[in-house]
């Protein structure tokens, strides 16, 4: 299992200690570091800003905005910070939900998953540079089709340090999941439980077994959000974690769409996160965090004492499809140093 460290997104500013975090993560020998985007703090500033002060972590977006910025907009970003990062750099991207795209980026929500494959071919064939980039999807036209009908195809002026950076995808569903395993090069799971862990294999295996997949199981990577808390009490430890699910499974995304709260419903919490959705709407997320159950937190996260982290990892998360967990925050101490060895055995 590998170690990635997450830098989320921004509350009021930017969060502290993070530089610190990341020294810390370079020096324990973590594989990544990942910076999030929502309606706030954008992924790409702060990964070139914290990624300078590194020189082995790879970087990644978790994840990039699909409706942020046009697919060779991404690509144009990717391509100058690996150059920048000497080759480090995973772009991960997500089609978000209506509430945030349409909301936030005044960019209509017409069917993720074609939009997301034709992104995904337009930014490969801006790398790829063997050719001027031409695309005539349903959702993307280059040269654009209309106005002063002027546009031509373009190459890159720049050529990519690497012709095929890897792509992630941010996916939750089970058609996202499978065209994560059939056109990307790794799969971001936000939520991610043990409990699904079969329901993702089935979906990772449909897309693995399409025509023209790039990858198998073998070589492609998982990499999951993680929550790691110490404490003695449990409920304690929970109850650090139960506004932020909350939060998702009640408070973001609109009532009729929210695909955080499905995923909370597939672990068996449908009830539970009917009444948070409720309660969130109505404004009354104090109150929402309250009806989540520590069990609920457990499902999603590793927390309690050391002990009980470790033996749960173990037990659970370990033989997982999980291949890197992204933790947000590193355990400190002597017992966070045990915790991370028993994640990397």
């Known amino acids: 299992m590998r170690l990635g460290l997450g830098t989320g997104y921004w509350s009021s500013g930017p969060p502290e200690g993070v530089e610190q975090a990341v020294a810390q993560a370079e ?3 973590f594989d990544s570091l990942w910076t999030a985007e929502a309606y706030g703090s954008d992924a790409l500033t702060p990964l070139a800003w914290w990624g300078a ?9 978790s994840v990039c905005q699909m409706s942020a910025r046009t697919p060779t907009a991404l690509a144009m970003a990717a391509l100058t ?16 939900g209506p ?5 936030w980026y005044g960019q209509p929500y017409p069917r993720p998953l074609e939009r997301t494959r034709e992104y995904v071919e337009i930014m490969r064939a ?29 190459k890159s002026t720049v050529h990519p340090l690497r012709t095929d950076i890897p792509v992630f995808l941010g996916a939750e569903g089970p058609k996202n999941v499978a065209l994560a395993a059939e056109i990307a090069d790794g799969w971001i799971p936000l939520w991610f439980s043990p409990k699904s862990d079969a329901f993702y294999r089935a979906a990772l295996a449909e897309g693995f077994a399409r025509d023209g997949a790039r990858h ?25 974690l139960k506004p932020a699910v909350a939060l998702y499974a009640g408070g973001m ?13 597939r672990m068996g919490w449908g009830e539970v996160v009917e009444e948070v959705q409720e309660l969130y709407l109505a404004g009354r997320s104090k109150d929402a965090a309250q009806v989540i159950p520590t069990a609920m937190v457990e499902d999603v996260a590793l927390i309690g004492p050391a002990e009980k982290i470790v033996e749960d990892y173990q037990r659970r ?20 140093a045990r915790i991370l060895d028993a994640i990397r055995e």
């Open 317 to 336: 998360w370990r033989d997982t499809c999980l291949t890197t967990l992204i933790l947000h925050g590193i355990p400190k101490g002597p017992n966070g």
């Open 53 to 61: 002060r590194t020189s082995r972590l790879r970087l990644g977006t």
């Open 216 to 240: 198998d199981a073998g070589s492609f990577d998982v990499a999951s959000m993680a929550w790691i808390i110490e404490h003695e009490d449990v409920d304690v430890a929970a109850s650090f």
């Open 81 to 96: 910070m690996d150059h920048l990062s000497g080759g480090r750099v995973i772009v991960g991207i997500g089609a978000s």
């Open 99 to 103: 509430q945030v795209v349409e909301g």
């Open 27 to 29: 020096q324990l020998g």
């Open 253 to 265: 995304g609109a009532k009729q769409v929210n695909f955080h709260k499905d995923v909370f419903a």
């Open 126 to 154: 801006v790398w790829r540079r063997d050719e001027p980039v031409s695309h005539h999807g349903k959702h993307y036209q280059l040269p654009y089709a209309g106005g002063a009908g002027l546009g031509k195809p373009l």
